[in-house]
């Protein structure tokens, strides 16, 4: 990985393929010197990123979140795009996709050349997965995407992580039988701006149109994220390419709103500001972890305030003014 | 408030209501001076401290939320309990309860031998709302109260501090008419462990019905906050003294289960945690803010974070490494 800034910035321009991977990479890497080339990047790319549009993507394993980015990316293509899908790497030991056989995911979406896709590791350095991800985001953005697929592997806050940094988040939903909703993660009926149920065919239609009433009735149950969006509920087959087209003419209608309203741009810089805040909390605690004084004395009275024998906020107090004093 | 640390633990011990007053007075105060002794005194009563059933109640303005507390907590006297209720300042701007002409608050449960009641006020440092409010009640601990309701105003993020300091999160309900779940504050459903549809009568009981099934219904979609917790939804008129022992018996049983999985300590020690952690991010923010260059500093970086023009973690890692290099 010994490339000069400009044969960096020269490939990425270029939307050469292997350069935005190599890119991507320094991005990833957690070494200091990789990382100091790496914020050079980000700082010269910056000024030509934030054109696309950036959609998250969830739904438990088997849902066929991998089908669905193929389909709907290839529409995405058809309709004049440029496609960069942040995949979730099957290698990864938290996914459960690869033990579903799904070797080949999205091998015709692969193949294209107006598509990059790039399996993401599922963890990392301090919940480093969202920041690795925003950052190949940008990456992709100054390379001429101008679509960004963000698949979630929905472990733990991953959603919420990939929810700040996008425009629109979409559910996918399989119909089981039976109580349909009763499993649906905490939180997410919140943040999503799309739902499409999967895997509808001549069978479980019945069932499928039941789910969605069900979802449609908990969804009222919700005040709206976004003023004016009622979250459609779409059925079809990404297998199938069924309800693909209707997924991206409500999303082009979600984001003319959002445009439209001014939320697209106030959202985003939120969106900066409460990353800028979260990022400086935690290299706060990467340089306490890192000085073995300050680590020893911050679980000292972390210890103290767990155990119930002492005020919490007293202990607080107590270790930041010695972290402060030193 | 010239008071020495022995004088405050004497009057708390005696439970002599006015000390009790003025020793939440001082933790309350933002002073250094008095902060110094206010660590102290806490640091002396926590060995006495925890013991105390700690129970959280939001609802709307106008939901009966005091009169709620009154009925309540006469019951719980009733069953020879001692009781503390850290009710909102009606005087407070932010508060509405004033406005519905609700200044003779409480006025038979005042007058109680076993019961204190302590208005707090709904703004503060740092969002100290939760601090002062955690503190009060560690005094009110020390001081033999076994029973701790904490009201909450419903303003921003007020029934989550709350609901992070108590073992039992109770919401209140009016019923209307019409879509009554539609202006439910977002993420209420999920913190709450039990529902107490207020003000019922012979003229809307077939909707407060109604409403009751609805509720059921949402709280059906939600991941049980409880394993094995089934939230209840209870009718009854706080004002008529209906409903008010099932509301007892529920939250003993509540609490019953949370002991027994080994859950009500298990959490405490979570939320002991949790706030140690959230009071060391607050305190470095406050020793930013506190020191003009760190601040400007500070201020700067976020400015280019939000304005777009550089990557949030970026800036942030440059800010940290500036003010640990100081």
């Not at 050079?40 to 849902?63: D, Q």
């Not at 058809?78 to 579903?100: E, F, M, T, W």
Request: with cysteine; hydrophobic share 40%; glycine share 8%.
């Amino acid at each position: 990985m010994e490339f000069k800034l400009e044969q960096y910035l020269d490939g990425i321009y270029r939307g050469d393929k292997r350069m935005i991977g190599k890119a991507i990479t320094l991005v990833e890497s957690k070494k200091p010197a990789h990382r100091e080339l790496a914020d050079e990047l980000l700082r010269n790319i910056m000024p030509r990123t934030g054109k696309s549009v950036r959609i998250g993507i969830t739904g438990i394993p088997g849902a066929g979140k991998s089908t669905f980015m193929e389909s709907y990316g290839k529409i995405l293509v058809q309709k004049g795009h440029r496609v960069a899908v942040l995949a979730i790497d099957p290698s990864s030991s938290l996914n459960k996709g690869s033990i579903l056989g799904d070797k080949t995911r999205m091998e015709e979406l692969a193949k294209m050349d107006k598509v990059f896709i790039r399996p993401s590791p599922t963890s990392g350095f301090l919940g480093g997965v969202a920041n690795a991800t925003f950052e190949t985001m940008l990456i992709c953005e100054a390379a001429g995407y101008d679509y960004i697929l963000i698949e979630t592997v929905g472990v733990g806050q991953s959603e919420v992580l990939v929810a700040d940094i996008t425009d629109a988040f979409v559910f996918l939903k399989i119909t089981g039988g039976g109580d349909e909703l009763q499993g649906i993660k905490r939180g997410i009926m919140e943040m999503v701006d799309l739902i499409f149920i999967n895997k509808v065919d001549e069978q479980n239609r019945t069932l499928a149109k039941n789910t969605k009433i069900e979802l449609i009735r908990a969804l009222h149950f919700l005040s709206p994220k976004e003023a004016g969006w009622k979250v459609p509920v779409l059925l079809g087959s990404a297998l199938q390419n069924e309800g693909l087209v209707e997924v991206y003419e409500k999303l082009s209608e979600f984001m003319e709103l959002k445009k439209s309203s001014g939320r697209f741009d106030s959202v985003r810089k939120e969106q900066a500001q409460k990353r800028f805040e979260y990022w400086v909390h935690a290299f706060i605690l990467q340089q306490i972890s890192e000085n073995n004084q300050a680590e020893a004395l911050y679980n000292l009275h972390k210890k103290n305030a767990s155990e119930l024998t002492s005020n919490p906020s007293t202990e607080a107090q107590l270790f930041v003014s010695k972290l402060f004093k030193k």
